[in-house]
């Protein structure tokens, strides 16, 4: 098969390497002429493990190539995916649709032959349909048909979830294109991995679906969190006692700083307002949205409270700015509202993590990089665990405790021990929810 991928961030990329892998012939495009260059020239603009040697394995074997070049790609194309950014669009909480009809159009312009137009990118219910009657109505001589391929992976584990994935969504509409679908995703089909196919609007919905309740479940925990606390609970306990229910499953029950990242907040926000514009609202995922925001702001009073209800003149290290480890992404990551909060308070803020630094330094101005948490921790009064990177997990608390001016722990991913803590020499331990 030949594929066009337009769009090359952290979904396109992968997607497109992926399917490279697969033996397919990939052409990825982007409009950011500078990531073109970098992946010509064999570089990954951002962090995922594992691409880097996948990418150059499938570029050797002569199956994959970048382009700024969209018609180029799409002309004999036999699929062409759309993988581009749906962000919350500004004022109403609404997906962002701009740059996916853009490349709608775009596509129309240059397809030749039978086309599988899918969208790949998180939209809205009829979003789909949108894009065929786009294309038809810019070509009305185009021969093609529209896919719905939502992706489900994670950033972090992104080719392990692109490889081995709990399930492919397609949505489509005739079996013409599903045939396509199925070519395309046969080396999954035929390791037995689930592959569901639905109507457009099915496979839509699924997405947001998914998404709304996985930052439920989060949110779920969360909010018990904060009722340990009151009532002398450890949630790590309850978690586990509850995970082991096999109807309620371990994962995505680990209490937090409530959650960020490239989806969730977008996609809860999109959804809410899709259910508003239907008359019918998604009280559950607002809620969720409202409780998260207040999660995020008890962080911050957790840090003050370790910070003798005061930031003035303290100085903070944080562990961690990325939304989760082992990745670069810093959207809407929790570091973004509590560290201008510290700064705003007159802290001074230390900053580590073994990735952030490059989308960091412009978005939380005023912090001080540090190449590692001993550095970062050295006369501070509070050390805060953001982020729970490998490299924060064994950390040598003695050394850390001794190096400090007061040594206080806000351990806001539960990664230590108040008992652990309080032998190494920390004086304060504060974990969430016990
Ligand atoms: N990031 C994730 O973990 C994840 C997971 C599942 C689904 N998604 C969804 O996938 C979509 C993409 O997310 P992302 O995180 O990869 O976004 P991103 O912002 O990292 O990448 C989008 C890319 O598209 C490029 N682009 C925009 N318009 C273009 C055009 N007309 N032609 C060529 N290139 C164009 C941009 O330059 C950018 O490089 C979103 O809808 C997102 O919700 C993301």
């Not at 702001?297 to 003050?304: A, G, L």
Request: glycine share 8%.
């Amino acid at each position: 098969m030949r594929i066009a991928m337009i769009g090359t961030g952290y979904v396109g990329l992968v997607s497109g390497v992926c399917f490279s892998d697969f033996g397919h012939d990939v052409i990825c495009v982007d409009k950011a002429e500078q990531k073109i260059d970098m992946l010509k020239a064999g570089q990954v603009p951002i962090y995922e493990p594992g691409l880097d040697v996948l990418m150059a394995r499938n570029v050797a074997a002569g199956r994959l190539s970048f382009t700024t070049d969209l018609a180029a790609a799409v002309d004999g194309a036999d699929a062409v995916f759309i993988a581009v950014g749906t962000p919350t669009r500004r004022g109403d909480g609404h997906a962002d649709l701009t740059y996916v009809m853009a490349a709608a159009e775009e596509i129309a312009q240059a397809v030749t032959g039978y086309t599988v137009i899918v969208t790949k990118s998180t939209v809205p219910v009829g979003t789909n349909r949108n894009v065929w009657e786009t294309v038809k109505a810019a070509n009305p001589q185009a021969e093609f048909d529209v896919a719905s391929n939502p992706e489900f992976l994670r950033e972090g584990a992104a080719i392990d979830d692109f490889m081995r994935p709990d399930r492919v969504v397609v949505g489509v509409e005739n079996d013409r294109a599903a045939e396509v679908m199925a070519e395309i995703y046969r080396p999954l089909y035929l390791r037995d991995f689930p592959i569901l196919t639905t109507d457009l609007e099915s496979a839509e919905m699924i997405k947001y679906a998914a998404n709304a309740f996985l930052a439920t479940k989060i949110t779920f925990i969360n909010e018990i969190a904060g009722l340990c606390e009151k009532v002398g609970a450890d949630v790590k306990e309850v978690s586990r006692g509850i995970g082991l229910d096999g109807r309620i499953g371990n994962k995505f029950l680990h209490a937090g700083p409530g959650y960020g990242g490239s989806c969730f907040p977008k996609d809860t926000a999109a959804l809410a307002r899709i259910g508003q514009d239907h008359a019918h609202p998604m009280q559950i995922t607002e809620t969720v949205i409202r409780v998260n925001d207040e999660i995020k702001k008890r962080m911050i009073e957790k840090i003050r409270d370790a910070c003798d209800d005061h930031f003035n003149g303290k100085t903070v290290a944080v562990l961690g700015v990325t939304f989760k480890p082992n990745t670069d992404d810093m959207r809407d990551a929790p570091s973004l509202s509590i560290v201008p909060a510290l700064i705003g308070g007159g802290a001074k803020v230390r900053v580590v993590d073994p990735q952030g630094k490059s989308e960091g330094e412009a978005l939380l101005p005023g912090v001080e990089w540090c190449d590692d948490p001993y550095i970062a921790a050295r006369g501070a009064d509070v050390v805060v665990l953001l982020t729970e990177w490998n490299e924060f997990r064994a950390l040598n608390l003695s050394e850390i405790a001794a190096s400090m001016k007061s040594a206080r722990m806000v351990d806001l991913r539960n990664i230590y021990s108040k008992t652990t803590a309080l032998k190494s020499g920390f004086e304060t331990y504060v974990g969430v929810g016990r």
